[in-house]
């Protein structure tokens, strides 16, 4: 059987590291949600086209109508305001992408449109305005009349012939610094649907048509996320529980002195 000595130190010991991981778990809280509060966006250039309108705008529009249908083009609405918050690592909705696919002159076309993003990100007390420019690539395919067979099979969807097809360039890294932890911010695709987070890689749209779909972002922690300061309420627990750890072991010293005195 274990003597009393022994007894009191196994258990006031055992309580200090079980008080000591609790300490450190909350001293290693992960870093907080970041919160988008607002997101604007605007076209900054047109690759190609002709007869360019609505640069540094949220509307840009390029190429020689034909046969009255208007000119084809690009718009933008970021998602914020409302604010919203969420955790890294995880899809999120930047804006809704509309494609304005109509019937220009051949050569007036466009093959692609960069888009200027200015974001207002918050996080743990800090907020700041990150600004960037992602690079899209338009397939302004070339209509063949009643013949469907004659477009790509890989980015038809419908039978009118040739659908258009915007893409973009996964390789673009924009970095942004908050509360000293390093982020960037991708676009992971387009959906169709602001709560279905699964992006697909290209947007098509329809010979003639207005087209709307989400631009889903991603934000990527690229260093270790520093620990989130305590809440003003959590001092007192975290007080209380460091104090109680003292006072056990005080009242083990204690007890450990009298067992030996009356020995």
């Not at 690539?137 to 039978?159: F, M």
């Not at 009118?160 to 970095?175: A, H, L």
């Amino acid at each position: 059987m274990m003597p009393k000595i022994k007894q009191l130190t196994a258990l006031g010991n055992s309580a200090i590291i079980g008080l000591s991981s609790i300490v450190l778990s909350a001293v290693s809280l992960p870093a907080q949600a970041i919160q988008l509060n607002s997101l604007t966006g605007f076209w900054t250039s047109v690759n190609g086209g002709a007869n360019v309108t609505g640069l540094q705008t949220n509307q840009v529009r390029w190429g020689d109508p034909v046969s009255g249908s208007g000119q084809s083009g690009l718009g933008f609405v970021g998602s914020a305001p409302p604010s919203v918050s969420f955790p890294v690592n995880t899809n999120f909705v930047l804006g809704t992408l509309t494609h304005y696919n109509f019937v220009v002159a051949g050569g007036t076309a466009a093959s692609g449109a960069n888009l200027g993003i200015s974001l207002n990100l918050s996080n743990a007390g800090e907020t700041i305005n990150p600004q960037f420019n992602y690079a899209f690539n338009i397939d302004e395919t070339v209509n063949q009349e009643g013949n469907v067979d004659a477009c790509d099979p890989t980015k038809q969807i419908s039978s009118v012939p040739c659908d258009d097809v915007i893409t973009f360039d996964n390789s673009q890294q924009q970095i942004f610094i908050l509360n000293g932890n390093q982020y960037e911010l991708k676009i992971s695709g387009f959906s169709s649907d602001p709560t279905n987070f699964s992006p697909i890689a290209q947007f098509t749209t329809i010979e003639r048509q207005e087209n709307n779909a989400y631009l889903l972002g991603k934000i990527t922690p690229l260093t270790p996320a520093t620990p989130v300061p305590f809440e003003t309420d959590a001092l007192p627990i975290v007080g209380s529980m460091i104090a109680f750890g003292f006072g056990l072991r005080a009242k083990q010293k204690l007890a450990q002195k009298k067992l030996v005195k009356f020995e």
